[in-house]
């Protein structure tokens, strides 16, 4: 690797030329990184519903050309001046948010939310210099989330980068930098629930099943998940989840359901859809005195949280989660090291796998439900 270090390296990528096209594979120069900054080559990326819903361009403003991806994991190949805790040659995931370790919020226990390196889906060029480091004959092609992990070489700030286990198949743990990480933080970390509790999963894609695969670590009696799709139900048991309740099958509201079953409400929920509807479901399901509901989903932007005040002064509690709480370079090496000690399963998460040169058959797959996560591996 050693040869290529402060050269420009061209490489291939996958590149959104416009919203909702297929991703076509380009060749691309990669910069050398600059100050506090890392070059590292991407031996496997998955495809998360959040690359789907900025490649769509739906709710937000288009930013392309782009390179998309953000879970993955990779292999340093240089670092930029000031980089100190990673060398070439070390394993690391990239994270869409990061730690740069002397804001307010690193320096708190209780946030992971730093000042400088939360996620910013908007801006699609480095934090040192407002540039990209891809382009195109000359043409800046826009980074995603900081991480642009659809290509065989990124740029990425050294805070964004958890150094991991050098044992761990990338193969496995790439999964551990979004979706995963958020559900089973989103459990562990903030709900916390008690063993021989009953745990309610609003959702039950990649995320709310990382939440329920949370509540089954943390030895919950039931688990409970809802979900509009009943075909969702058998897949879940896999994750732990004992029973189930799709809303459209009852005629009254999901919560009063939920507590009918469970002798006035669950100990702990964890909403992972997005839905305002869902959101107040979880909160109004869990049992008054002691119960915890923690939402995970992201609104649309005009929604509103309407609850009686009641459900709060009757000691229920609403939390909310940012990447299941975990702090990136501090926290994800000791997921990953539950992954290898066989305390969490990984593998059941993984539906699918493509070479690099297939990477829009990931996309079908998640489009059409099929898909949990579809690993996508660079080298063919």
């Known amino acids: 690797m050693s040869s290529t270090v402060g050269q420009v390296i061209r490489c291939k990528a996958a590149v959104a030329w416009e919203a909702g096209k297929p991703l076509v594979i380009e060749e691309v120069e990669v910069a050398p990184p600059q100050a506090m900054e890392v070059r590292l080559k991407i031996l496997f990326t998955s495809l998360c519903h959040t690359d789907v819903y900025f490649w769509e361009a739906k709710g937000q403003a288009p930013l392309f050309p782009r390179i998309f991806g953000h879970e993955a994991g990779g292999i340093v190949e240089s670092v930029g001046e000031g980089v100190t805790d990673l060398q070439p040659g070390d394993h690391v995931l990239p994270v869409f948010t990061g730690e740069c370790g ?172 997005g839905s305002i509807n869902a959101m107040i479901s979880a909160f109004e399901c869990v049992h008054d005195g002691w119960g915890v509901a923690v939402l995970v989903g992201v609104p649309n932007k005009d929604d509103a949280f309407k609850t009686h005040p009641m459900n709060v002064l009757n000691e229920r509690t609403l939390k909310g989660t940012f990447f299941g709480n975990y702090k990136p370079r501090s926290d994800l090496p000791s997921v990953v090291e539950k992954y290898m000690n066989k305390e969490l399963e990984l593998e059941k998460f993984i539906t699918h796998e493509v070479p690099f040169s297939e990477i829009n058959k990931a996309f079908e797959y998640m489009l059409r439900g099929e898909s949990l996560r579809c690993i996508i591996r660079m080298e063919a």
């Open 102 to 273: 002397d804001c307010r919020h690193c320096k708190s226990e209780e946030s992971n939310m730093c000042d400088l390196l939360r996620i910013n889906t908007d801006r699609g060029v480095m934090l040192n210099d407002g540039k990209t480091r891809f382009s195109i004959k000359g043409q800046p092609i826009y980074h995603f989330v900081g991480t642009s992990t659809f290509s065989e070489y990124t740029v990425v700030h050294v805070g964004c980068l958890a150094k991991i286990n050098p044992t761990a198949p990338l193969d496995k743990v790439c999964v551990l930098s979004c979706g995963i990480s958020t559900g089973l933080g989103a459990t562990l970390n903030v709900a916390k629930p008690t063993k021989g509790s009953t745990v309610a999963i609003f959702g039950l894609g990649a995320v709310g099943l990382a939440a329920a695969e949370g509540a089954r670590i943390a030895g919950a009696a039931r688990i409970i998940g809802v979900d509009l799709n009943s075909k969702r139900f058998e897949e879940a048991k896999k994750f732990g989840c004992t029973e189930f309740v799709n809303p459209k099958d009852h005629d009254k509201p999901v919560q009063e359901v939920l507590a009918e079953m469970t002798n006035g409400g669950v100990d702990r929920s964890v909403e992972c859809t």
